[in-house]
């Protein structure tokens, strides 16, 4: 199990490309492990033929140790599967803790007792839907049950698995401890405004013919060019000194089925609003596909949380462990308001802003904030 970055531990295995007996070429993707962040497929490190896999698909595994041998050209495969078969039996029989399992999360078994394939994802979203994987016919090579399937299943109304457990691991269990992390080791604090916003609101209708951009893309470009007028929100606490990033490399939070994820646009204040829109899109489909890598999800500085879509006005957000700032990003909704002393209807957004309080004060996190609306408000064309 390789070692990703500085934060990982353990990887969990979703699932191998190669069976035991199948050549294996060196480069070639071997098998895929989530770890705390992404989805990563691991390149064999030699050629040869997979003599034997030391761990099951959805086996969570600390760094470092071997999931799998590959046997070199000439040599007994039986032979090797034999011998490291052994270490494996060793190392099953003093398992890593895992959280309790229900039977939909774990391998279910046919009426006649066989042991019946079904992905870890369809395992995964079987439990969340409340479908028995007992009752599907899997579509996938060998009979495998697939996420499809078990869609398929519950728009048709498959038995449902009574008082499902949910394993509390993988990207929830992480995201579970960041957070927590979060609160534990910095001195937060939210402001929130209501901004008005109808400039962006009609600058967005006047520019969509020529190329389309959401909300969110010209909130990264606000964001990214407020952080270069004010440098300490773009910074972050190391030991005894203030690092303040050269460049604002601003997160966009991604809700997936299992989570957050948070791809990073690097130097985004060197983008035009055309250039974010196309590659915030780009890491956008590459969360919800998961291909994104390691590189795509490492080196923010900055973060932004968008909920408007879902009707929520403001919220509070939770910093990233090691920034100084995220911003929650409300819905815009039209409303009566007092503009230029007369009640007419604007386009109204809530803003609001987690800071860490030991880097920065209300003051100039509530002065960064004004920049943003300005720059939101078609300031900087």
């Not at 294996?24 to 895929?32: F, R, S, T």
């Not at 270490?87 to 774990?106: G, I, M």
């Not at 042991?115 to 369809?122: G, V």
């Amino acid at each position: 199990m390789p070692k990703f970055g500085l934060t990982m531990h353990e990887g969990t295995i979703q699932r191998f490309f190669k069976a035991a007996g199948e050549s294996v070429v060196a480069g070639e993707p071997l098998y895929e492990v989530e770890t705390e962040k992404v989805l990563y497929e691991v390149e064999a490190p030699a050629s040869g033929t997979l003599a034997t896999r030391l761990f099951e698909e959805g086996a969570t595994v600390e760094c470092g140790v071997a999931v799998a041998v590959i046997a070199e050209a000439g040599e007994d495969i039986a032979a090797v599967a034999a011998r490291y078969g052994e270490a494996a039996s060793r190392v099953e029989s003093t398992p890593l803790p895992k959280p309790r399992e229900s039977s939909a999360l774990a391998a279910p078994q046919s009426a006649a007792g066989a042991r019946r394939s079904a992905s870890p994802i369809a395992r995964k979203l079987a439990a969340e839907l409340g479908v028995n994987l007992d009752n599907i016919n899997g579509t996938g090579p060998g009979g495998r049950i697939t996420r499809e399937d078990v869609e398929r299943a519950a728009k048709s109304g498959a038995p449902a698995v009574e008082g499902v457990r949910i394993a509390f691991r993988g990207a929830r269990k992480v995201i579970a401890e960041r957070m927590h992390q979060s609160l534990q080791s910095s001195a937060q604090i939210t402001i929130t405004t209501e901004a008005d916003v109808t400039d962006a609101t009609e600058f967005r209708s006047r520019s969509t013919r020529e190329f389309d951009f959401s909300y969110t893309d010209l909130m990264i470009y606000a964001v990214a060019r407020a952080l270069m007028r004010h440098p300490r929100m773009n910074a972050r606490l190391d030991g005894a000194e203030i690092a303040i990033s050269a460049n604002a490399n601003v997160g966009t939070a991604v809700a997936l089925q299992e989570g957050l994820i948070v791809p990073v646009l690097r130097a985004a204040e060197t983008k035009s609003l055309r250039d974010i829109a196309l590659e915030s899109r780009a890491l956008g489909e590459k969360a919800r596909a998961g291909h994104l890598k390691l590189e795509d999800v490492t080196g923010g500085s900055f973060t932004i949380t968008n909920l408007g879509t879902w009707g929520i006005d403001a919220f509070t957000p939770i910093l990233n462990p090691g920034e100084t700032g995220i911003l929650g990003v409300g819905r815009i909704i039209d409303k009566p308001a007092v503009y230029r002393g007369e009640i007419v209807r604007r386009a109204m957004m809530w803003l609001s802003l987690t800071f860490d309080h030991r880097v920065v004060d209300g003051a100039p996190a509530a002065e960064f904030l004004q920049s943003v609306i300005e720059i939101f408000n078609c300031g900087e064309r």
